[in-house]
């Protein structure tokens, strides 16, 4: 029978695997021996040979493609735990990064604040200015008439609160 020719051709003691599939093309054969010829079934047990239909082929072929990727990746751990390790590496770099980088988006963030009140302070001395309000303690400058020497430039601002003279070097 089959079973005894797979069992010896096939089965080689350190050299092949310690199973072989003897394999039947049909679903309704596999189902028929295995319903009514118990004997054949537990001789190629024995024998280490397992009977497999089309559908269970390829079921034992997934199962020992997973057998043999879980054992590459137990040989393989170590190399996987040293790119897990430099992953992390690259990880916690990049976090400092980040973080250095929210350092300065804070630092620029004051920096903005600080300009804001600064540009306010100008603004609010320019608003003064404009109005010719000044800190107590300093003198006003006159009002009315000014006395305008002769060959010197007068302009007037247009609200009238302001003169400006222009004086040059030969004066």
């Not at 973080?99 to 600080?114: E, S, V």
């Not at 540009?119 to 003198?139: H, M, N, P, Y």
């Amino acid at each position: 029978m089959h079973i005894r020719d797979i069992a010896e051709k096939y089965l080689i003691q350190g050299e092949t695997q310690d199973t072989a599939f003897m394999f039947v093309p049909s679903e309704s054969v596999f189902a028929e021996i295995h319903e009514n010829f118990e004997a054949v079934v537990q001789k190629a047990h024995r024998a280490r040979v397992v009977i497999v239909s089309p559908s269970l082929l390829m079921l034992s072929i997934q199962v020992i493609q997973a057998i043999l990727k879980d054992a590459r990746m137990r040989e393989q751990a170590h190399l996987i735990q040293g790119e897990v390790i430099r992953l992390m590496e690259d990880v916690a770099r990049v976090d400092e990064r980040v973080r250095r980088l929210q350092t300065h988006f804070g630092q620029a963030a004051k920096d903005i604040d600080d300009i804001l009140v600064s540009t306010s302070k100008v603004t609010k001395r320019g608003q003064k200015i404009e109005a010719l309000e000044f800190a107590e303690g300093e003198a006003e400058p006159p009002r009315g008439p000014a006395k305008v020497e002769a060959g010197a430039r007068v302009a007037d601002s247009k609200t009238g609160q302001l003169r400006l003279r222009v004086v040059e070097d030969g004066e």
